[in-house]
C-alpha cells in the first residue's frame, strides 16, 4: 500500500529552538493533516492543509501543502518544553474516500 | 469541540478471554475507526465503519471483530485475547478526512 515517509524520526533540541519536519509521498494526496500525540494519551489534530501550496498556522505551528502533492511540512517555533511529543502527519489520497494514510512519526524532545 | 471516549485507559486481561473495548463520539459522525499503535510499526486500522450496521475490514482484522449497533458507538471485539494484542488501540470518527481520536486503551493481555 502507499507510504509516508515522515523524517526525521527523532529530534532532541533545546528550548526556544525552531523545528522543521516533512513527510513524503510517491504517490499524490488530496488532503495533509498532522497530528501531535503526547505520552500514553491519543493524537491531537494540529493542522488540516486542503490545497497544493497551501500555507496554514496555528500559533508557533506553520505547516505547508506540498506544491506536488506529495509532500508536506510542519514547523515549530521557538520550541517550549511543552512542545514534546509524537507528531506525525496524514495523508488523503484520491482512492481512498475517508481512510487516511499515517507517517511513523517525529519523536521531538526538548531540553529545557 | 469534537469529544471521543473510550470505555476504559487501562486494561489487563488473560489469553483467551473475550474483550470488548468499547468508544463513543459526540457528534454525530459517520465514520468510525479502529487502531492499533505499537513501538516501530505506527498506527495500523483494524476496522473502520462508515455507517450504523455497516463494517470494512483494514489492514490487520485477523482476531478482531467489531460492531457499531448506533451511530455514535463502536465497538472492538476481541474473541480469544492473545499476548500478541497486547498494544495501544485508538478509536478515531471522522465526518469526512479530519479524523478526531479518543485517549486510547492501553491493553495488556498476559
Known amino acids: 500500500g502507499q507510504q509516508l515517509n515522515q523524517s526525521p524520526q527523532s529530534m532532541f533540541i533545546q528550548e526556544g529552538e525552531d523545528v522543521s519536519m516533512n513527510c513524503t509521498s510517491s504517490?499524490?494526496?488530496?488532503?495533509w493533516l498532522w497530528y501531535k500525540q503526547d505520552p500514553g494519551e491519543g493524537p491531537v489534530l494540529l493542522i488540516a492543509l486542503y490545497k497544493a501550496g497551501e500555507l496554514t498556522s496555528n500559533g508557533r505551528l506553520t505547516a505547508q501543502f506540498g506544491i506536488t502533492r506529495k509532500d508536506s511540512f510542519l514547523n515549530i517555533s521557538a520550541s517550549i518544553p511543552s512542545d514534546v511529543g509524537i507528531y506525525f502527519c496524514a495523508g488523503q489520497s484520491p482512492n481512498a474516500g475517508n481512510m487516511l494514510t499515517f507517517g511513523g512519526g517525529t519523536r521531538l524532545m526538548v531540553k529545557p | 469541540d469534537v469529544k471521543v471516549t473510550q470505555s476504559s485507559r487501562y486494561l489487563v486481561k488473560r489469553t483467551g478471554e473475550k474483550v470488548f473495548l468499547e468508544c463513543v463520539q459526540d457528534m454525530d459522525h459517520e465514520n468510525m475507526f479502529w487502531y492499533r499503535q505499537d513501538p516501530g510499526l505506527g498506527l495500523r486500522l483494524i476496522y473502520f465503519s462508515y455507517d450504523v450496521k455497516m463494517k470494512e475490514k483494514g489492514d490487520i482484522p485477523e482476531g478482531y471483530s467489531v460492531s457499531r449497533e448506533k451511530k455514535e458507538r463502536f465497538s472492538l471485539i476481541l474473541e480469544s485475547a492473545s499476548t500478541n494484542q497486547t498494544s495501544m488501540y485508538l478509536c478515531a470518527s471522522s465526518d469526512h478526512y479530519e479524523q478526531y481520536f479518543g485517549p486510547g486503551t492501553r491493553l495488556t493481555v498476559t
Open positions: 504517490s499524490i494526496f488530496n488532503t
